[in-house]
């Protein structure tokens, strides 16, 4: 429920995208059963088999025996029976099962605040698209929407809960995300506006349905239902709505598959779940979540998060929940920066608390992970949450005051101390009027600026990440690649950590490609980057994961003559002192600097970092960027 990977109580590996890892989704999503093995060559090749496949199937098989021998796991877990191969797993080793007990308890709980926890318990152990990381088309069609509509089945009905039980804010949190991405699901739309509504947020209730209507019209060429036209209705009159329309108690129960049912060739196609929560929702969701956990076993088909769950599951228990915060889940292959990090758990954690950390640098150097990774370690001290706002909108513009101060109201669903990250931040005046004061909470602030405003009205702690060293940016591609494969080429990878410049960004566009390319030799594609380095550092599928893209929008914020300063700078010839070779002003160095495009400055001489040079001298004979509106 999230990316496919393997994990125990110490480590986690997330599988990468092949004919093993889309097998054993197939055996996992079907866990307990017999799956024939001409529907595992549909799902494994997508088209039609090649005349080797079954071999090759075996190949898959014994492939993932060695994986899970890796990692404690019994040799049989995968077994050969006539006709084809079955897993047989229990709740405490595939989050799957997992789910699907805790939803069947929810269901046959005594009252309705036991049914929401366990409720709680089980969406908790959704982290993201399923099968983010397998590429089998076949399971994507016909096996994805059936488990996302378990998720939302059971994310419904918690909301009706929730609803009817008064906690009106916490429904906003929960159902927010899910109304605006799935438009013909009325029951969310019905939800939040009854929500919007009971919390004295009239207006916005009524946008909803505008907004639902619209895509409705739009996209199915259809009316909103009798449903939710009625509750549009009784909000125009003032009604009071009294307990939740639609919240009468009903069981959970979600169907599932028996061992022993046949596997059919393929279902309907459907829609692919497109579902994947943005880091504010995301890290804003439900309030102290019970911690969903598991015994020492190695877990599978969880999210890349799942080591974060190790002791004994607890059975949901009457009363209250416990006052628990709810955990931030690890960046991916985060690696390097302890120092900063251990700064920033002892600013946040320490007697008394910090309450504003600023984490400025250059684009691509890896600001928002260092927040999130920060946050994951200190979460426990912080029982009210914590929550994400994007201060910027795809095109690097800031977002309007009002519209983030309403994303932060929503993302206030906790007791106790909460912790905030505005992230991108433009300049000091579009973060002081969204800062935590000290007796809520602590808030960290990523930017490209060094914002010095802050630090003289608000006394900010300052961490000014540069690049990674040579020894993190190889831990990085360690656990981007795999150790295998790094120390087939030891010399290999170092040359492309330096080629990179020693940026994270660079490092993970160059990783991926090598990822998604088992047969390219590190070696071979550090010389084919090289040859034309920042355009190449990036990914043909996601265009906004681009060195090229990502220098270019910071560069759009600058104003023209800073701009054509900077450019000018970094391409020409010179040695790493900025000021030594070009007779550029004081003031002029002295904003860039601010503006995270060169580093050090007075006494030590300033410096421009060298894929920053690259891509000037790329730049150098590209038309002129245009004009960035103002802030």
């Not at 692919?272 to 598991?294: E, R, W």
């Not at 109201?409 to 992230?423: S, V």
Request: aromatic share 4%.
């Amino acid at each position: 429920m999230g990316p496919l990977c393997i994990a125990d109580n110490e480590h986690s590996v997330v599988l990468q995208p092949s004919r093993p890892s889309s097998l054993l989704a197939t055996l996992l999503i079907h866990s307990g059963t017999v799956v024939s093995v001409d529907y595992l060559l549909h799902t494994v090749w997508d088209t039609e088999p090649p005349t080797t496949a079954r071999a090759a199937l075996q190949s898959c098989v014994l492939r993932l025996r060695r994986l899970f021998a890796k990692y404690g796991i019994a040799y049989d877990t995968i077994e050969s029976v006539p006709g084809g191969y079955r897993m047989r797993l229990e709740a405490s080793t595939l989050d799957l099962i997992h789910f699907r007990e805790l939803v069947a308890l929810a269901g046959s709980a005594a009252d309705a605040e036991a049914e929401a926890r366990a409720l709680r318990q089980a969406l908790s152990l959704w982290q993201g698209p399923v099968l983010a990381n397998v590429s089998s088309q076949v399971l994507h069609r016909d096996e994805v929407p059936r488990l996302t509509e378990e998720r939302l089945r059971a994310l419904e009905r918690l909301c009706d809960i929730e609803l009817a039980q008064g906690r009106c804010g916490q429904v906003l949190t929960e159902v927010w995300d899910a109304a605006r991405r799935h438009p013909e699901r009325e029951r969310f739309s019905e939800q939040l506006m009854e929500a919007l509504y009971r919390t004295g947020r009239q207006t916005e209730a009524l946008l909803v349905f505008d907004t639902v209507m619209e895509r409705l019209r739009e996209d199915f060429g259809i009316d909103p239902g009798a449903p939710l036209q009625r509750l549009r209705l009784s909000i125009l009159r003032g009604e009071d709505l009294g307990r939740a329309v639609g919240a009468a108690r009903t069981t959970a129960a979600l169907p599932t598959s028996p061992p022993g049912t046949p596997i059919p060739a393929a279902l309907p196609p459907a829609p692919a779940d497109t579902s994947a929560q943005a880091p504010a929702q995301a890290l804003a969701a439900a309030p102290n979540p019970p911690q969903v956990q598991h015994p020492s076993s190695a877990v599978l088909f969880g999210s890349a998060y799942s080591s974060a769950r190790s002791s004994e599951a607890a059975p949901v228990a009457e009363g209250p929940p416990p006052a628990e915060s709810a955990a931030v889940p690890p960046v991916p292959c985060f690696a390097g920066r302890e120092t900063q990090l251990d700064s920033l758990e002892e600013t946040l954690t320490g007697t008394p608390h910090g309450s504003l950390i600023v984490v400025s640098g250059a684009p691509g150097i890896g600001k928002t992970a260092l927040a999130l990774q920060a946050a994951h370690r200190v979460h426990q001290t912080f029982p009210g949450g914590c929550s994400v706002v994007t201060m910027t909108d795809e095109d690097g513009s800031p977002r309007d005051s009002g519209e983030l101060e309403r994303e932060l109201a929503l993302g206030r669903t906790g007791d106790g101390r909460r912790l905030l990250i505005l992230d991108d931040a433009v300049n000091a005046e579009q973060v002081r009027r969204l800062l935590l004061p000290p007796s809520q909470g602590a808030t960290i602030v990523t930017s490209r600026r060094r914002l010095s405003g802050l630090a003289a009205s608000h006394g900010s702690e300052v961490q000014r990440l540069d690049v990674l060293s040579e020894a993190e940016a190889e831990e990085l591609l360690i656990k981007l690649l795999g150790p295998t494969r790094v120390t087939r080429e030891p010399g290999a990878a170092r040359s492309l950590a330096r080629v990179c410049g020693y940026f994270p960004l660079s490092l993970r566009i160059a990783a991926a490609r090598l990822t998604t390319r088992p047969r390219l030799m590190i070696g071979d594609c550090t010389k084919w980057l090289s040859a034309d380095l920042v355009p190449r550092l990036h990914l043909t599928d996601e265009p906004h994961v681009s060195v090229l893209h990502v220098f270019r929008s910071a560069l759009q914020r600058l104003d023209p003559e800073l701009r054509n300063a900077f450019i000018d700078l970094a391409a020409a010839p010179r040695s790493t002192s900025a000021g030594s070779v070009l007779s550029a002003p004081e003031e002029v160095l002295d904003q860039l600097d601010e503006a995270g495009f060169i580093e050090e400055g007075p006494p030590e001489p300033y410096r421009i970092h060298s894929l920053f040079q690259v891509y000037a001298r790329h730049s150098a004979s590209v038309p002129a960027l245009p004009a960035m509106p103002p802030a």
